[in-house]
């Protein structure tokens, strides 16, 4: 079956612009997740969702991150007026509720020049 | 104390040997112990999880040893090959406040096999 799509598969943009990342998690995987991947480094959580569970915001690193997931299955992930440092792949991830594998997108490699 | 500390940060093996990746955690509400592997242009994928009531797990050339006193698990790749030329990330899950798992990545191993 499908696996967990993400879009733009890559994004450049100007610092100081806005960009939205979008996942399209497993048809049926109520719990989401967002990580960023900075060149040559793990993985940093950034933010889960949980069917309709407040979600777990505590990886975001800044204000400027925010994340929402419509209808228990989409989520987009936004960056408001990106740095350079912002620059990373960004990766989704979904699993199955109370299930311990999750499944990764291929990413979204975000260049902020 | 949520940290899982990864070594070495890269490792060069000759086909056919043995590469070893070290991984060491705080916590010990920790569950849950998977690797993932990771190939450029894709997403990390599981390759391999153990729990922490054994100290060892098998599957074909890939084993997970796990010693729970220490607080440190380690992955082994026997006879290893080009293709298993990867990043490597350990991690340990907490279950979060609405039981969904919350996985902690290792920093990552970049191997190469070297033909």
């Known amino acids: 079956g499908a696996g967990v799509s993400q879009s733009p598969s890559n994004k450049v943009t100007e610092k100081g612009k806005d960009v939205e990342l979008r996942c399209d998690p497993i048809s049926g995987h109520t719990a989401l997740y967002w990580y960023r991947q900075s060149l040559g480094q793990g993985l940093e959580f950034l933010i889960y969702?949980?069917?309709?569970?407040?979600?777990?915001k505590s990886g975001l690193p800044s204000d400027r991150f925010s994340a929402e997931r419509t209808g228990g299955s989409v989520s987009t992930l936004t960056i408001q007026r990106t740095q350079q440092e912002d620059s990373a792949v960004y990766l989704c991830?979904?699993?199955?509720?109370?299930?311990?594998?999750?499944?990764f997108g291929p990413g979204t490699r975000l260049t902020v020049l | 104390q949520q940290q899982v500390k990864q070594s070495p940060q890269s490792l060069i093996v000759q086909k056919g040997g043995i590469s070893i990746i070290n991984c060491a955690y705080e916590?010990?509400?920790?569950?849950?112990f998977p690797w993932y592997q990771q190939f450029p242009g894709k997403g990390p994928a599981l390759l391999i999880a153990i729990r922490p009531d054994v100290s060892e797990k098998k599957e074909g050339r890939f084993t997970i040893s796990f010693n729970k006193s220490a607080k440190q698990f380690s992955l082994h790749i026997m006879d290893s090959q080009p293709g298993d030329s990867a990043t490597y990330f350990c991690a340990a899950r907490t279950m979060g406040s609405s039981s969904a798992s919350k996985i902690i990545f290792g920093s990552g191993t970049r191997l190469s096999i070297r033909p």
């Open positions: 969702f949980q069917g309709n569970s407040a979600p777990d």
């Open positions: 991830a979904s699993s199955l509720p109370l299930t311990d594998t999750q499944y």
């Open positions: 916590n010990t509400a920790f569950d849950y």
